[in-house]
């Protein structure tokens, strides 16, 4: 029933007791998992069964949860304020004369040769105290695309999110995974042109999944780059798929994770520049979360009539994981919004700055309409 399946989840809060709530992209239904008891389980070789939420810096523990209760739901007939006014922009001057140093930073270093690319970021605080649950039925209700979650960990905070990139899903042995990147706001054409420094920017997303992969997947194919809405942005994409040579998960995600969608290339260097000139901590923004190694039964009815069902039920193990942006962490009644941007040797500093505030409606939208 609709309203058991909130109300637990508001219990679940009030007694502060870690869990998660979340939908995939283009589904219906709504899944909660429960832990317990409150204690914080750490992410050891990814061969754990259970819902990963993992930080942007991988030199920190990934948090699991346990999958002590189960549900789902999907007759939610959630009804929000229609939302998309647009706001009056208040300029926070500091915070826009930071960023456009940060940015020009990171262009004086691509020019000097140190890298290619790097994905800066920043945080906007805003004052809210509306209900974490309230702003999870905005979410759901605002962005059908995307995987839409609310996570909660006493000890680690509470977040949420409406991300428009898969990091990698992996069912049995096939696994598939995307380069997002490229930004433009969303006008209604049909046919949306692209810059160079767009295109650019996304291919070397792609190069870099094509080469992390190189040798761990057979069968590579991938997909003509195509234009994806999320909310009120598009973005480039192309997909990436092929069959797991061995099973090892937690190779793959280092391979990957952080994708230049998030970090830079190379990884190595653009994760340090990150870590020193960024003055405040990702934490949880641009790193990844979901479902790790669930477990799924599949009965195949193709087998004569009179043989035992159960013969013919297989387990598989299926790993649906996204990368944790459009996203922010509430803490009492403050929000934090995070967003970041892909800079290039032909990025506009001023440019960047606008695509940080577009991003940051994704969620400005929805505490507005929510309130
Ligand atoms: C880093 C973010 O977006 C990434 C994903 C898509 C497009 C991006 C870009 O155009 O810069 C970013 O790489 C963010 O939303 O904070």
């Not at 346990?66 to 706001?87: A, C, G, M, P, Y």
């Not at 990150?274 to 087998?303: C, V």
Request: glycine share 4%.
């Amino acid at each position: 029933m609709p309203l058991d399946f909130f109300q637990k989840i508001e219990s679940q809060l009030e007694n502060k007791l870690p869990f998660v709530a979340y939908r995939k992209p283009n589904e219906e239904m709504v899944n909660t998992i429960f832990q317990k008891d409150n204690q914080l389980h750490h992410l050891h070789d990814y061969t754990e069964t259970g819902f990963v939420f993992a930080p942007f810096d991988s030199d920190s523990p990934a948090v699991l949860l346990k999958l002590d209760e189960v549900f789902s739901s999907t007759d939610l007939s959630i009804v929000t304020k229609e939302i998309f006014q647009e706001h009056a922009e208040e300029v926070d001057v500091e915070q826009k004369s930071l960023h456009l140093n940060l940015v020009k930073k990171g262009i004086a270093e691509i020019k000097a040769g140190s890298f290619d690319k790097v994905v800066l970021s920043r945080n906007i605080e805003v004052d809210s105290e509306t209900p974490p649950l309230s702003l999870f039925k905005t979410l759901l209700h605002q962005y059908k695309r995307a995987f839409c979650y609310l996570w909660y960990h006493p000890k680690v905070g509470l977040w949420l999110g409406a991300t428009p990139e898969i990091l990698l899903t992996m069912q049995n042995r096939q696994l598939t995974t995307m380069s997002l990147a490229g930004t433009q706001n969303y006008a209604n054409d049909e046919n949306p042109q692209w810059g160079n420094k767009e295109l650019e920017e996304q291919q070397l997303v792609t190069r870099y999944i094509l080469n992390a992969l190189n040798g761990k997947i057979s069968n590579m194919k991938q997909t003509p780059t195509e234009t994806v809405q999320a909310g009120n942005l598009l973005h480039l994409r192309t997909k990436i798929s092929g069959n797991v040579r061995q099973e090892n998960l937690k190779a793959i995600i280092e391979a990957l994770h952080p994708t230049p969608a998030v970090c830079g290339m190379p990884k190595l260097e653009t994760k340090a520049f990150i870590l020193a000139e960024e003055k405040y901590n990702r934490q949880f923004y641009t790193g990844f979360l979901g479902e790790l190694n669930f477990k799924e039964e599949r009965s195949r009815n193709n087998r004569p009539r009179n043989t035992e069902n159960s013969v013919y039920r297989s387990i598989s193990k299926s790993t649906t994981l996204f990368v944790n942006l459009r996203c922010m962490q509430v803490i009492n009644d403050k929000i934090k919004i995070y967003v970041g941007g892909g800079i290039t040797k032909d990025s506009d500093p001023e440019k960047e700055w606008k695509e940080t505030v577009a991003k940051s409606k994704t969620m400005l939208k929805v505490i507005i309409a929510t309130e």
